[in-house]
């Protein structure tokens, strides 16, 4: 298991920790809002003035930008983590394809070829009278014709198709 050292962390991330478990309190949301009511209630003093308007317009474009990177900072982190997680499920499963791990570096086009492979995948899945099947990527299809040749001269196979026939058939 992985250690983590609080003091090994550097300045910034032990900031970045602390402002993302900050901003996305309760506490938080209950002070912007807090500012936002000072600040409309402080309009008729000011007059609504360009000024009045212009502290808001500064100050939520400034907490927005900074925002931006702090919540890409946090989700590239939990990204990270959740692929890790994955990978180890992945390398840890006997029947999983070790070509699915660090698959996030691959290109647009390769991810669309394996997404359908997926498709066509489930379509076979459909095919068999046992959901609980599963195969690797290499394995799919053989394993498929496999069982499906093996089922096909079994007495449950043979009776589920009779049934599925009369029911496509209109006759039950």
Not at 89 to 103: F, K, T
């Amino acid at each position: 298991m992985v250690k983590t050292n609080s003091k090994k962390k550097n300045l910034f991330e032990r900031f970045a920790n602390w402002a993302t478990i900050a901003t996305g309190s309760s506490g938080a949301f209950i002070t912007a809002f807090g500012v936002i009511i000072v600040w409309g209630v402080t309009g008729p003093l000011f007059h609504y003035s360009d000024t009045w308007q212009l502290v808001i317009n500064t100050g939520t474009t400034i907490v927005t930008f900074l925002m931006v990177f702090l919540i890409q900072k946090s989700q590239n982190k939990d990204s990270k983590a959740i692929h890790l997680k994955l990978n180890e499920l992945l390398a840890s499963h006997q029947g999983a394809s070790n070509r699915m791990v660090d698959i996030e570096d691959i290109t647009e086009k390769e991810l669309d070829q394996l997404h359908k492979f997926y498709v066509e995948l489930a379509g076979l899945a459909e095919e068999e009278d046992d959901i609980t099947c599963t195969h690797s990527i290499d394995a799919a299809r053989e394993n498929h014709t496999t069982k499906l040749n093996n089922f096909k001269t079994k007495p449950h196979y043979i009776n589920a198709r009779k049934n599925h026939s009369k029911k496509s058939n209109g006759t039950s």
